[in-house]
């Protein structure tokens, strides 16, 4: 069975640090790119950070550059998303998701209801 299982959300005062986790399914950690989206209440899902394992490449939306950092851990079939400097307009449910054989950047721009496998979601609250 394909999963993805998402992990780590809570509580967090502004400026804070939280790491999500996503393992995946060796099935799907291979050749796929993996990555995180959120939701915000009335706000639109919107692709955050991703990562292939296809072509290894890495991707941020421009308002986590510097502050997100997106890894992978092949060995457990895990992908991190390190956040840092939290920010109260972070608070969101996170979502982890997995598109083949494709790159970052579409996946994360381009991916949104094309993405070929989701995980349950994570709520990450950042109190300003």
């Known amino acids: 069975e394909v999963q993805l299982q998402a992990s780590g959300g809570g509580l967090v005062q502004a400026g804070g640090s939280l790491r999500l986790s996503c393992a995946a399914s060796r099935f799907i950690f291979a050749d796929y790119a993996i990555g995180w989206f959120r939701q915000a209440p009335g706000k639109e899902r919107e692709g955050v950070s991703c990562?292939?394992?296809?072509?290894?490449?890495?991707y941020y939306k421009d308002s986590v550059k510097g502050r997100f950092t997106i890894s992978s851990d092949n060995a457990k079939n895990t992908v991190y998303l390190q956040m840092n400097s939290l920010k109260f307009e972070d608070t969101a449910v996170y979502y982890c998701?997995?598109?083949?054989?494709?790159?970052?950047?579409?996946?994360?721009?381009?991916?949104?209801?094309?993405?070929?496998?989701w995980g349950k979601g994570t709520l990450v609250t950042v109190s300003s």
């Open positions: 990562i292939s394992n296809s072509d290894g490449s890495t």
């Open positions: 998701a997995a598109l083949s054989y494709s790159s970052s950047q579409y996946a994360c721009t381009l991916g949104g209801d094309g993405m070929d496998y």
